[in-house]
């Protein structure tokens, strides 16, 4: 599952990359509603924990790109928060470890 999600976030992120500046020329372009709808899926599949992800609706193919780059930078958002939600339980996790540890 660690694997999916890591697809997924990096997947989200290269996105908003490449698609900021087409969305800042032509906001109004049509988008095919296909892959975005696959990667929502693979997210949903990812992050059941996700009300945000869970909640997000697919597109049709009406959707233009300022649309999408605004739900794709959703999903990336509370996709960054979920990350760093488990690094700071992994590290809380690892703290409480080591202090039971210089206990003994």
Known sequence: MTDLRNE???SLELIVV???????KTPNAPVDAEDF???LARAKKAFLNL????EMKA???RTNLGTILLK?????????????????EDM?????????????
């Open 8 to 10: 997924v976030a990096q």
């Open 18 to 24: 490449n698609m900021k500046s087409m969305a800042e």
């Open 37 to 39: 709808n696959a990667l």
């Open 51 to 54: 009300p945000t992800v869970q």
């Open 59 to 61: 597109i049709d193919g």
């Open 72 to 88: 794709i930078s959703i999903l990336q958002g509370a996709i960054f928060a979920d990350f760093s939600q488990r690094n700071i």
């Open 92 to 104: 809380e996790r690892e703290n409480e470890e080591r202090r039971r540890q210089r206990r003994w």
